[in-house]
């Protein structure tokens, strides 16, 4: 068919969403658009002349372009033919660094890092942060999935620093969890002698701002206004405890980051449990980093292969120091079995027998049976907690509401009696932990899944003067800092799902306690790092104690959490997480579900029902 009037045959320019491209056809070459957009599995016709695609899509297939009948009269959006050109140089650079045989004569030397980063930055580095730096700037994108504690958020902004002198990168958006926001904005102040403008994004942020800092809940509704900063002027992308987007376009977090990606210079990720579940962790991650042809060659290099291979694989791509490089003293982990009551244990089995007719045949319903691991996991607690349910506060995958239970049930017979029975033996328990350690001048971090559990054991340990952190609470930070530094407060209550990433309190505290745990190894190993970590003073003792009601879905989430971490420890050459799987037993004084989690569930309900 002839073309039309003088101008691009087609026009390939960015859609009013960030994760679509447009394409428009020139008059007289809609039939020749319709043939190409069938190329596209995302592809949506808008009009006869106008396609939408997937912008990951359209970078991955670039080729199918070549067969436009006027490949000479396409017309790019400058940004958009920059991307496309990246994203070939990218998936280059994925083959260079995976090819065992290539020259790593490029790789920066650690000691060029000082002459890099010049006097204007003011910051002492380690050894092995200088490492991570220089090989992270030795890749035109890159991953640090460091052990918690390590310094990551050091390492991330001075690599920004360093391609904001040698690269012409300008602008920084940093995507992290509400905690990290701290750990960012006290760096920049100590790192650099003149601080980044940095800013939270909101309405009121400073448009004129070097940085922006948004945490993942918000990433969603504000993905195309922070596509159009990114793309406004040369940017870098920083997703801190990047394993929150592990879902990759199936998740909320996932596909708004992977939108996002494309539109940044330069691409860093910051994760210290990169892959709690598998080789789908690894993949989606390196997705983000290396979108379009970058990822293809990823997914083909760890086709078929276990989480072992994939990291051996992988590992040109990412940096990482251990929890034995920190050189920090050992931390002692304990784990304590708790004996339930009488009227404690016949709730828990009248509830199991409850929920083993009700699981049996609905092995594949994960939503159901992740409502029964909750209200199991609050038996194990406090049955007191099960008449009364969650709050909206908890994170999505807590929620619960009060335990239904029909009248002349043996269960709704039982449940008539708590209100007699307030004192988990777990809270007596925290009680003593924590009296003894403020005894001694030491104070407690005190972990709990639930927040109603938080709210019962401040009145119980209210004469230490308790902080409390929670979804739901206003004044997060001066609670923590009225932990940091009141003498009379000896105890910070929280929920690894809130305080578990991002905040530092290895300074003021070196006991913590988890009066429950869920199957989630990721989210355990997150926060036991907030009071052992790098910058730790030699010599300190710091002591973990796990608190397990005998008999219950405890002693399934310990074992679980130990393969997992005997596992994540053999995949990132770290034997102190291996460790940790291993607690050594002692005596009382007073939701990341799989495949595998759901198997050790199924078993605990036959063999307590049976």
């Known amino acids: 068919m002839a073309a039309g009037a003088a101008g691009p045959s087609l026009a390939i320019e960015f859609g009013d969403s960030v994760k679509k491209a447009r394409l428009r056809a020139g008059s007289g070459y809609e039939d020749a658009l319709r043939r190409l957009a069938l190329k596209f599995a995302s592809s949506v016709q808008r009009s006869p002349g106008t396609v939408e695609i997937e912008i990951d899509e359209l970078l991955t297939n670039l080729v199918v372009l070549a067969s436009w009948p006027q490949a000479g009269s396409v017309a790019w959006d400058p940004q958009l033919a920059a991307l496309a050109t990246d994203s070939a140089r990218d998936a280059q650079a994925v083959a260079d660094r995976l090819d065992p045989a290539a020259d790593c004569a490029a790789e920066m030397d650690p000691a060029q890092i000082d002459s890099v980063l010049g006097p204007a930055w003011v910051a002492d580095l380690t050894s092995f942060q200088r490492r991570d730096i220089a090989k992270l700037l030795s890749m035109r994108h890159g991953a640090n999935f460091s052990v918690p504690g390590a310094g990551k958020t050091r390492v991330g902004l001075a690599v920004f620093h360093a391609l904001r002198r040698s690269k012409g990168i300008e602008r920084l958006l940093i995507v992290g969890p509400k905690s990290c926001y701290e750990s960012w904005q006290e760096e920049n102040q100590k790192c650099l002698d003149e601080p980044l403008s940095m800013d939270v994004f909101s309405r009121n942020a400073d448009p004129a701002a070097d940085s922006l800092i948004v945490n993942y809940e918000r990433l969603d509704g504000a993905a195309n206004e922070l596509g159009q900063w990114l793309a406004a002027r040369p940017s870098m992308l920083l997703l801190d405890e990047a394993h929150r987007m592990k879902l990759g376009a199936r998740g909320t977090y996932g596909a708004a980051c992977l939108a996002l990606g494309p539109r940044a210079r330069h691409r860093l990720i910051l994760s210290g449990t990169p892959a709690p579940n598998g080789v789908k962790d690894l993949e989606n991650l390196f997705g ?276 997992k971490l005997q596992f994540m420890g053999r995949i990132l050459d770290d034997p102190a997480v291996q460790q940790l799987a291993d607690l050594e037993e002692e005596d009382p004084v007073g939701g990341g579900l799989d495949l595998k989690d759901l198997q050790a569930l199924m078993g605990h309900l036959r063999a307590r029902a049976a």
């Not at 040109?316 to 244990?345: A, D, I, N, Y």
């Not at 807590?398 to 009696?417: H, I, W």
């Open 288 to 563: 983000f980093v290396w979108p379009g042809h970058g990822r293809q060659k990823v997914v083909r290099a760890v086709a078929g292969g276990d989480l072992a291979k994939a990291s051996q694989v992988l590992r040109p791509l990412f940096t990482r120091t251990t929890k034995g490089e920190l050189g920090l003293p050992p931390v002692t982990t304990t784990l304590r079995p708790v004996p339930m009551p009488p009227l404690h244990q016949e709730v828990y089995e009248a509830l199991i027998g409850r929920f083993s007719a009700r699981a049996a045949g609905h092995e594949g319903d994960f939503q159901t049976l992740g409502r029964i691991i909750v209200y199991m996991l609050m038996a194990a607690t406090s049955p007191a907690l099960l008449s009364v349910g969650t709050t909206r506060h908890e994170p999505l995958a807590y929620r619960v509401p009060p335990l239904s239970v029909p009248e002349g049930t043996p269960l709704f017979s039982l449940m008539q009696d708590l209100p007699s029975y307030e004192m988990s033996p777990k809270y007596q328990e925290v009680l003593a932990i924590v009296a003894e350690n403020a005894a001694r001048g030491r104070k407690t971090l005190v972990w709990s899944t639930f927040i109603r559990s938080l709210n019962t054991l401040e009145r119980v340990l209210g004469e230490f003067s308790p902080a409390v952190v929670h979804g739901g609470t206003g004044d997060r930070e001066a609670q923590i800092e009225r932990f940091r530094a009141d003498p009379d407060c000896m105890v910070l209550l929280s929920n690894p799902a809130t305080l578990g990433e991002g905040i530092s309190l290895h300074h003021q505290c070196h006991d913590a306690v988890y009066v429950d745990r869920d199957f989630a190894a990721g989210r355990f190993l997150q926060s036991l790092d907030r009071i052992h970590r790098l910058g730790l003073a030699p010599g300190t003792e710091t002591r973990i104690t796990v608190l397990s009601s005998v008999g219950t879905i405890d002693e399934v989430v310990e074992q679980r959490l130990s393969e």
